[in-house]
C-alpha cells in the first residue's frame, strides 16, 4: 500500500537547535517527493521538492532534504531552527507519472521555543 | 494572481444540513483537488478533477459530491452533513498530479 510515516508527531525544540524531521514512504516505482510548512493559521506551502538528480535537496529558508532510496527516506533538516519556524510540516510522495495522485505523511508539528 | 481562493472561510452547519464549498483558481491549472485535515491524520483526499467536466473518488469520498462545472472552479457539497464531517477543507491545483500542488487558504467546517 502507498504510505508516507511521519514519526514524530510533535518537535520541541529551542532557537539555535538543529534540527531533523523523519519521513518514510512506501510507494512503488520512481517517486516524487516533498515537503510542504503549514504556518499557523495559514495553507500549505511548498517548502522543497525532489524530483530526480541530487539526492540533497535545498529549500526556502535553510531547509534541506534528503533523498535516500535504499532506506525509502527523505528527511527534513536545518541546522539552526528560528522562533519562526514553528508551524506543521507535511512529507509527500507521488507517482513520476501525471496520473499519479501525492499522498502526505500525518505531520509533525515543530514549536520552538524563544 | 489571487492564487486558489476558497468560500467561505468558516462555517458552521446543524446536522442534516447542506452545503456548497467553492474553490477558484487562476493559474490555469488543469487538476484540481478537495482534501480534509483532520489532528493526526495529515491531509486525506475527497475528491478530485483532471479537468473541466471530470470528477473522481479519493481516499474518503463518502457523504461528498463534486463538480467541475467550469476549469477555474471546484466545488464540494455535502448534501447532509454530519458531526463526523467536521475537519478544515483545504482545495488544491496543479498542472498535473505530480509536480506540486498548490492550496488555497482552507474553510473551517463545524457540524453540530
Known amino acids: 500500500a502507498q504510505s508516507v510515516s511521519q514519526h514524530n508527531h510533535h518537535v520541541i525544540l529551542s532557537e539555535a537547535a538543529s534540527l531533523e524531521l523523519g519521513c518514510n514512504y512506501s510507494y512503488g516505482g520512481t517517486v516524487n517527493l516533498f515537503w510542504y510548512v503549514q504556518y499557523p493559521g495559514q495553507h500549505l506551502q511548498l517548502l522543497l521538492k525532489y524530483f530526480s538528480g541530487d539526492p540533497l535537496v535545498k529549500g526556502i529558508k535553510g531547509f534541506e532534504a534528503e533523498f535516500i532510496k535504499s532506506k525509502f527516506s527523505f528527511n527534513l533538516r536545518k541546522p539552526s531552527v528560528q522562533w519562526s519556524d514553528t508551524a506543521e510540516y507535511f512529507c509527500a510522495v507521488s507517482g513520476y507519472s501525471s496520473a499519479s495522485k501525492i499522498i502526505f505523511g500525518s505531520g509533525t508539528r515543530l514549536s520552538i521555543r524563544p | 494572481n489571487a492564487g486558489v481562493t476558497q468560500t467561505p472561510k468558516f462555517r458552521v452547519l446543524k446536522t442534516g444540513q447542506s452545503m456548497t464549498l467553492l474553490c477558484a483558481q487562476d493559474?490555469?491549472?488543469?487538476?484540481m483537488y478537495w482534501y480534509r485535515q483532520d489532528p493526526g491524520m495529515g491531509l486525506r483526499l475527497i475528491h478530485y478533477?483532471?479537468?473541466?467536466?471530470?470528477?473522481a473518488k479519493g481516499e474518503v469520498p463518502d457523504g461528498y459530491n463534486v463538480s467541475r462545472l467550469k476549469k477555474q472552479n471546484f466545488l464540494l457539497g455535502l448534501e447532509s452533513a454530519a458531526p463526523s464531517q467536521t475537519s478544515v477543507y483545504f482545495c488544491?491545483?496543479?498542472?498535473?498530479?505530480?509536480?506540486?500542488?498548490?492550496f488555497g487558504p482552507g474553510t473551517r467546517l463545524t457540524v453540530t
Open positions: 488544491a491545483s496543479s498542472y498535473s498530479t505530480g509536480p506540486e500542488q498548490y
Open positions: 478533477s483532471v479537468g473541466e467536466g471530470t470528477t
Open positions: 493559474m490555469n491549472h488543469e487538476y
